[in-house]
């Protein structure tokens, strides 16, 4: 079985050109956690996750605590929002290198590079390097386990 078999088709991507702002919205409206930038030939060139925006809102002292467990409250902070220049950046100021798998890819190899890259979602694309879908870990954990219905 490959990844073609069980990913799914349907890709919400954004372009290159779009802001962090326009990012945001397709994240809501969409309700993803991970988002393939593409150039205008519809080739990945990067990702954003979810985490990679919400980054923009977190306090700058997290990184610098070792354990949060002693901070109840955010306060005043959790009112905060990124400033209006922030949220008009194109979106590659903060997307991240992507890491693609061919339809073709096999499942535990799909799988073992999610494992090693620390990924729950990877983009697929076909032999001409276009987005062609978008795999989780779930849609591949599933795809195996179902699998073990027929050992006895």
Aim: charged letters at 20%; glycine letters at 6%.
């Amino acid at each position: 079985m490959n990844i073609k078999s069980c990913m799914k088709h349907v890709v919400v991507s954004i372009p290159a050109t779009a802001t962090i702002r326009e990012t945001a919205e397709v994240f809501v409206k969409n309700h993803i956690g991970l988002l393939p930038v593409v150039d205008e030939n519809g080739n990945p060139i990067g990702i954003l996750s979810l985490h990679d925006l919400l980054t923009l809102e977190l306090p700058d002292f997290v990184s610098f605590v070792a354990d949060l467990d002693f901070v109840h409250d955010f306060g005043a902070v959790e009112t905060t929002r990124p400033s209006a220049e922030a949220l008009n950046q194109p979106v590659t100021v903060l997307m991240e290198t992507t890491i693609t798998i061919p339809e073709d890819c096999g499942l535990l190899r799909a799988y073992a590079m999610m494992l090693q890259h620390k990924l729950y979602d990877i983009p697929v694309v076909s032999k001409k390097g276009k987005l062609v879908g978008i795999v989780s870990h779930v849609d591949i954990g599933t795809a195996i386990l179902t699998g073990w219905y027929s050992v006895e």
